[in-house]
């Protein structure tokens, strides 16, 4: 052989060793591990190029009513998980995917009519054009928060057909950077063009963007089916069959799955306290514009922090020492912060704080939450975990509104509030040492 093309053959090969070192991936997983991080990135970045105006939606809709758009938000959850459980029933993994997809591209495209033709159909409705706004406001923030707990569960339960649990401790960090460059990537459109554009072009966007995760949809499909046949010994692929609230039903018989759903609640119990003094720090800013690239450049940070972690930390975390460890340690950081901003909420505080918990869940917490579902069968990956990814987030969300105004009302200040997220913290600190254990004990060899 030419010495030269031995050369670059040799260096190519040292190349690939060394991403495949960085990447965890093994030969035979490059292109499925390609397919899943595109379909990520552009999943998140659907979703935070909206997310910011969610949060100009809230501050329209009015602070002190935010806890009617999260029972808003929960009773909704409600109303379509039993929608949810039904398709999920019926229908095989490449029917009913598509179809959730499709369901919210069609939900963008008449938000987009909502807010481009607010007067003509105010008047024809025979409504007061700023009446008919703020109740769009608070649809649009409703949807949007109810669309991204859906998408993404969805995406990682799927992801959970896909892989093995191995391959999840070696794979998910890395399709998890996918998601957070693309919530990188989401934020910072939003972020150039909040002076230049208007809300109704945004969701055009976000729309066009789920229509590429079809794309990545139909490419994995086939990773998803070799999966099935080396499990099951076919490759067609069976609806996963039981009763429309079956996923409720599987929480509350594994102790696991209690485990996972209480400590879901401590989780946003503690992100409803800092979103809460957020939003009201951000209300005294006059310019609806100014919020808006507010809220888009705190996304970008927050998402720069979890991608410090995807990229390396978190992959060698899980493979050493499993995912129980990461779920602790976002705990006790969250005791810290919650500690420094008591009595003194700032808006460069409460935006640390943000970073800090956000980024650290986004890109430690999460990627270990997701492995331990690949251990548990595929009705409660897609049933029990959609349940609680969706109906006890937004419970939770609820309860800690209507907890932060009943507290307030009954003469605790708002700058006080911290002090009941560290007693919250340590209950998630306990639950992550609980399922520890129950991850090493299966871990454990028979016999």
């Known amino acids: 052989m030419n010495p030269g ?7 190519s090969g040292q190349r690939r060793s060394r991403w495949r070192s960085l990447l965890g991936v093994e030969p035979g997983e490059w292109r499925a591990l390609a397919w899943s991080f595109a379909y990520f990135f552009c999943l998140l970045c659907a979703y935070f190029v909206i997310r910011p105006v969610r949060d100009e939606m809230i501050v329209r809709f009015g602070v002190d009513r935010m806890q009617w758009v999260y029972t808003s938000v929960f009773l909704v959850m409600l109303a379509l998980t039993p929608l949810y459980g039904w398709l999920v029933s019926r229908w095989p993994r490449r029917q009913f ?22 007067d003509a159909l105010a008047s024809a409705l025979g409504i007061d054009p700023d009446a008919f706004g703020r109740g769009s406001a608070m649809t649009l923030a409703i949807w949007i928060t109810v669309f991204n707990l859906f998408v993404v569960s ?42 230049a554009v208007q809300i109704d072009t945004l969701l055009l966007i976000s729309a066009s963007l789920l229509g590429l995760c079809l794309v990545c949809i139909a490419q994995l499909v086939p990773w998803a089916q070799a999966r099935e046949l080396a499990r099951s010994g076919s490759t067609r692929e069976e609806p996963i069959g039981g009763t429309v609230l079956a996923g409720a039903r599987l929480v509350f018989q594994q102790p696991i799955l209690r485990a996972l759903a209480l400590l879901m609640i401590c989780g946003v119990a503690i992100g409803g306290i800092l979103y809460n003094q957020q939003i009201r720090l951000q209300s005294e800013i006059a310019d609806s514009a100014q919020r808006i690239a507010f809220f888009a450049n705190l996304d970008l940070w927050i998402n720069l922090v979890a991608v410090i972690f995807q990229l390396g930390i978190t992959r060698f ?27 003194n909420p700032t808006v460069l505080m409460v935006g640390l704080a943000q970073v800090a918990t956000r980024g650290m869940v986004y890109g430690m917490l ?5 492995t331990l579902f690949t251990r548990i069968d595929r009705e409660a990956r897609y049933k029990a975990k959609n349940f609680i990814d969706t109906v006890v987030w937004r419970g939770g969300d609820m309860l800690t509104q209507w907890g932060i105004v009943m507290v307030t009302a009954l003469g605790l ?26 991850e090493r004990n299966t871990l454990a060899p028979p016999g």
């Open 97 to 118: 995917l598509p179809v959730v997809y499709l369901v919210f591209i069609a939900c963008l495209g008449l938000f987009w009519l909502l807010f481009n033709f607010n």
């Open 366 to 370: 999460n990627p270990a939450r997701e």
């Open 413 to 438: 200040a708002v700058a006080s509030i911290p002090l009941l997220g560290i007693g919250i913290a340590v209950v998630w600190a306990l639950m992550g040492w609980l399922i520890r254990r129950w």
């Open 154 to 195: 969805v995406f990682w339960s799927f992801m959970s057909d896909i892989y093995e649990p191995e391959q999840s401790r070696r794979l998910y960090a890395t399709i998890a950077t996918g998601g957070t460059l693309g919530a990188l990537a989401g934020p910072t459109i939003t972020g150039h063009l909040a002076q």
């Open 5 to 11: 093309l031995a050369e670059v053959l040799a260096a």
């Open 317 to 343: 975390l899980l493979t050493r020492f499993g995912a129980g460890w990461l779920l602790v340690a976002p705990a006790l950081l969250v005791i810290g912060v919650l500690a420094m901003i008591y009595g």
